[in-house]
């Protein structure tokens, strides 16, 4: 095909040559004003044939580019050489000891019928095979999921981009493999050009970059892109059809980056956006294990790939969530995208950056493995990374549940409505005594909260005592509340964490000043803190240097004479970060700095129980 084309260039140069020669003979004749009739009728038929070498030229040119493109990238060293993606190999993982193994547990499928929070059988009816809506809760999870993305990259220095949903056929050319054209990608016809409908914001973060001179100093460039993404799934006929794991359109937020070309900046940098995602997916509490892709199963593209797959208890097995690919300087040549200033002259050279990019989020397949992985019994407990976004719903409780048969049935009575009239969001109790569950014990989540309830008049709150580890719980009292350790409850809302019960029963207190009013400045400072003191918590655990570090954290913190929030007393924060520490060490913790000991002191001097009780 190549010698096919170079004879058709060849040709189509010595029609150029002869059309010049007789342009030149013509422009003799008339300058002689001789007859040049015969002469102008040959420099007609010469264009004639040269013009249709022109179109076999561009047919041949065209045939050997799209041979070209499916020669795929050079495949890293490091890549296992195998056809049979059975070979991939383990890179590694995490959360596996601890992963949930229950036998029965309802997959994704019910818990979406179970929760309420979409609706597969009039999306089929509207949108066809792999349809569904979203309602509820559900468009709050998935947003949250969104909101979280794009946050969690924009912290780590990637900018934010929402991308077209369509591209032009040729910009589509320069990034899809041209099999995605026929198996993924849906064509949209109307007036002008054709669009094709984008599969993922990689496509879309390519063509924004093309064409492109990046300056050194400008790279590495790093985008968070988002866009509702389509694909047709022609080549997944039969699998996953039910449920939102694999369907025709979903959201998804995509690390993209473009880096120097020079040694090995590239690969530290896929060493980044894998840790990125792995960072996500352990805030959210999946577990995972890593592996690196064989070379059978590489896109055109990638010099290597990662999956990330996380753990889905109810079949036992791990599901793609992430796919992290180095496609070093592939689609950058494809694109024209370079690295440096333009140059002229013979001894120019191009230098083209190297792309990557790595799955943060498809938002509806990672909430499949969500919904598994933290349901209860009687719902599920949205994970606090989601909350901040979940307009203070914590727990989502059943609607349905599945019967001995398998067949959905209603709950009885229902639940009290999440939304419309006598919904409660956002921890409104009415006027039902709330319970805050804890078991007896020194742990440090535990003494915070009993000391918070018995501090001031907590409004309907009341606090029960639950049986040590290992004993039967009292009736009615949610197998969280054994699984989590302290818990709230108040029939229709469920919070399963130290932190969420703390910020309840702050807010609650009559007249308590130990959580700043919403909105304000000292209340983001103390949510902050309260992230920080799980980082505390698990420095203390670790001893040794570990320890001391936190230690020493904690004295900076606590250096300008104040309390961690900056208010001018005590919040939730001081008391869960004291009652760590004195869990580690005691009241008077060995290598304390003058204010960390200070701070200390007006923690526990502050709250009258702990007073009382150290008397």
């Known amino acids: 095909m190549d010698t096919k084309w170079r004879d058709a260039r060849w040709e189509l140069d010595q029609e150029?040559?002869?059309?010049?020669?007789?342009?030149?003979?013509?422009?003799?004749?008339?300058?002689?004003?001789?007859?040049?009739?015969?002469?102008?009728?040959?420099?007609?038929?010469?264009?004639?044939?040269?013009?249709?070498?022109?179109?076999?030229?561009?047919?041949?040119?065209?045939?050997?580019?799209?041979?070209?493109?499916?020669?795929?990238?050079?495949?890293?060293?490091?890549?296992?050489?195998?056809?049979?993606?059975?070979?991939?190999?383990?890179?590694?993982?995490?959360?596996?000891?601890?992963?949930?193994?229950?036998?029965?547990?309802?997959?994704?499928?019910d818990l979406i019928a179970m929760l309420d929070i979409a609706d597969t059988e009039r999306g089929t009816d509207v949108a066809g095979a792999r349809g569904y809506f979203l309602k509820g809760a559900g468009v709050l999870l998935n947003q949250a999921m969104i909101n979280y993305a794009l946050t969690f990259l924009a912290q780590r220095g990637h900018t934010p981009l929402a991308t077209p949903f369509f591209m032009r056929k040729d910009r589509m050319a320069e990034c899809a493999q041209l099999a995605d054209f026929d198996e993924q990608l849906y064509k949209v016809s109307g007036e002008g050009d054709d669009k094709y409908l984008i599969a993922t914001s990689e496509q879309t973060c390519c063509s924004y970059l093309r064409k492109r001179w990046i300056q050194p100093k400008e790279l590495p460039m790093r985008f968070a892109g988002y866009s509702t993404c389509f694909r047709k799934e022609a080549g997944s006929h039969g699998r996953d059809t039910l449920g939102i794991f694999r369907v025709h359109q979903f959201e998804k937020v995509e690390q993209f980056v473009a880096v120097s070309p020079d040694?090995?900046?590239?690969?530290?940098?896929?060493?980044?956006?894998?840790?990125?995602?792995?960072?996500?997916?352990?805030?959210?509490?999946?577990?995972?294990?890593?592996?690196?892709?064989?070379?059978?199963?590489?896109?055109?593209?990638?010099?290597?790939?990662?999956?990330?797959?996380?753990?889905?208890?109810?079949?036992?097995?791990?599901?793609?969530?992430?796919?992290?690919?180095?496609?070093?300087?592939?689609?950058?040549?494809?694109?024209?995208?370079?690295?440096?200033?333009?140059?002229?002259?013979?001894?120019?050279?191009?230098?083209?950056?190297?792309?990557?990019?790595?799955?943060?989020?498809?938002?509806?397949?990672?909430?499949?493995?969500?919904?598994?992985?933290?349901?209860?019994?009687?719902?599920?407990?949205?994970?606090?990374?989601?909350?901040?976004?979940?307009?203070?719903?914590?727990?989502?409780?059943?609607?349905?549940?599945?019967?001995?048969?398998?067949?959905?049935?209603?709950?009885?009575?229902?639940?009290?409505?999440?939304?419309?009239?006598?919904?409660?969001?956002?921890?409104?109790?009415?006027?039902?005594?709330?319970?805050?569950?804890?078991?007896?014990?020194?742990?440090?989540?535990?003494?915070?909260?009993?000391?918070?309830?018995?501090?001031?008049?907590?409004?309907?709150?009341?606090?029960?005592?639950?049986?040590?580890?290992?004993?039967?719980?009292?009736?009615?009292?949610?197998?969280?509340?054994?699984?989590?350790?302290?818990?709230?409850?108040?029939?229709?809302?469920?919070?399963?964490?130290?932190?969420?019960?703390?910020?309840?029963?702050?807010?609650?207190?009559?007249?308590?000043?130990h959580y700043p009013k919403a909105g304000t400045v000292e209340a983001a400072r103390c949510e902050q803190a309260l992230e920080w003191c799980g980082l505390l918590a698990a420095g203390l655990a670790g001893g040794g240097d570990a320890a001391s570090a936190s230690m020493a954290d904690l004295e900076t913190r606590c250096g300008g004479g104040g309390f961690l929030a900056g208010s001018a007393t005590a919040s939730i924060a001081d008391v869960l970060a004291a009652c760590h520490v004195v869990a580690a060490y005691g009241e008077s913790p060995p290598h304390a700095g003058a204010a960390t000991a200070a701070w200390l002191a007006k923690v526990t001097g502050g709250l009258k129980t702990w007073t009382e009780s150290a008397k």
Not at 480 to 485: E, F, L, P, T, V
Request: proline residues 7%; charged residues 25%; negative net charge.
């Open 16 to 109: 150029n040559q002869e059309f010049n020669k007789a342009n030149k003979e013509v422009s003799k004749l008339k300058v002689a004003k001789l007859d040049a009739d015969e002469a102008v009728e040959r420099v007609k038929a010469i264009d004639t044939r040269r013009k249709q070498l022109e179109l076999d030229e561009k047919a041949a040119e065209a045939a050997v580019n799209t041979l070209l493109m499916k020669i795929g990238n050079l495949v890293h060293d490091s890549v296992p050489i195998s056809n049979d993606e059975a070979n991939n190999e383990v890179y590694h993982s995490f959360g596996l000891d601890t992963k949930r193994m229950e036998d029965k547990l309802p997959n994704h499928v």
């Open 263 to 513: 040694g090995d900046d590239s690969w530290r940098e896929m060493d980044r956006l894998l840790q990125n995602s792995e960072d996500f997916y352990q805030s959210l509490g999946l577990p995972y294990h890593v592996v690196n892709i064989v070379s059978g199963e590489l896109n055109d593209a990638a010099a290597k790939k990662y999956d990330l797959e996380a753990w889905f208890p109810s079949s036992k097995t791990f599901r793609e969530l992430v796919s992290c690919s180095n496609c070093t300087d592939f689609q950058s040549r494809r694109l024209e995208i370079r690295s440096g200033a333009p140059q002229k002259g013979p001894e120019k050279k191009k230098s083209y950056v190297h792309l990557l990019n790595s799955t943060l989020t498809a938002t509806e397949r990672s909430l499949c493995c969500v919904l598994e992985n933290w349901q209860t019994p009687e719902g599920f407990v949205v994970p606090p990374a989601l909350r901040p976004w979940m307009m203070g719903i914590e727990f989502i409780p059943f609607v349905r549940t599945l019967d001995k048969k398998g067949k959905l049935v209603d709950v009885t009575p229902p639940p009290p409505p999440l939304y419309g009239p006598g919904a409660k969001l956002g921890g409104d109790i009415g006027s039902a005594p709330a319970q805050a569950m804890v078991r007896p014990g020194g742990c440090a989540g535990s003494r915070a909260v009993r000391l918070l309830c018995a501090e001031a008049a907590v409004k309907a709150v009341e606090v029960v005592e639950l049986p040590a580890a290992g004993v039967p719980l009292p009736e009615g009292v949610p197998a969280a509340a054994g699984a989590h350790g302290p818990t709230y409850v108040d029939g229709d809302l469920t919070l399963t964490t130290v932190v969420s019960i703390l910020r309840h029963i702050a807010t609650q207190s009559a007249g308590g000043t």
